[in-house]
């Protein structure tokens, strides 16, 4: 029985000859393409995300969504302070106007009272006090920006008239104002309250 000798195994670390055969893995496995028997390497492409990376990722998102809340809750405490801030000035501002008209109105209240106190002695002076008095509270409210309005024969406005009655006039045209029942005070636009007439009816 013939035995063929046996080759000497290579020493570790050397490199085969040409020709010789080595245990090369198969083309299209894991071993073929880099990766060991663990699995891909810690440089391999398109590798799964680790747990730490989820979770830095998790940590970025709430800390984005604390920041945007937080400018949130922010914008709403400014806009409630300007709110308030500009309720007050309003009130403020109220207040100041209504002091302003009624210290208009105080002479006219002081002359009421000289000519009532007048009354007694001279009654016949009654009547020309209250017409001063009256002129007196007509120019505080033209001073204030409403100015008497009493036209007649002027045609009709709906802005500033209201009808409270018709009359037949045939000297005028239809539509004209022959009577003021109640003056007006203020323009259009800045209208206290219209003024009350009696116009001429069409035939």
């Not at 570790?12 to 496995?29: C, R, S």
């Not at 709403?76 to 002091?99: G, M, Q, V």
């Not at 409210?141 to 008497?148: E, H, I, M, S």
Request: proline share 10%; charged share 30%.
């Amino acid at each position: 029985m013939s035995t063929q000798p046996q080759q000497p195994e290579p020493p570790e670390g050397a490199v085969a000859e040409p020709g010789q055969e080595q245990d090369l893995p198969a083309p299209g496995t894991a071993e073929a393409r880099g990766a060991g028997p663990e699995g891909p390497g810690p440089d391999a492409a398109g590798g799964p995300a680790g747990p730490g990376e989820k979770a830095d990722e998790k940590a970025e998102h709430a800390a984005a969504l604390a920041e945007l809340e937080d400018r949130w809750r922010r914008a709403l405490a400014d806009l409630e302070n300007l709110r308030k801030r500009h309720a007050r000035e309003l009130e403020r501002e109220r207040a100041a106007e209504r002091a302003r008209t009624a210290a208009a109105l105080l002479p006219v209240i002081d002359n009421l009272e000289l000519a009532l106190s007048h009354a007694g002695a001279d009654p016949g002076s009654i009547v020309a006090g209250v017409q001063a008095v009256r002129d007196q509270a007509v120019d505080t409210l033209a001073r204030l920006g409403y100015a008497r309005q009493d036209e007649t024969g002027v045609p009709f406005d709906p802005a500033r008239h209201e009808v409270v009655g018709v009359v037949e006039d045939p000297d005028v045209a239809p539509g004209t104002v022959v009577q003021v029942l109640r003056p007006g005070y203020g323009e259009t636009g800045n209208q206290l309250r219209p003024v009350a007439v009696a116009v001429a009816k069409r035939e």
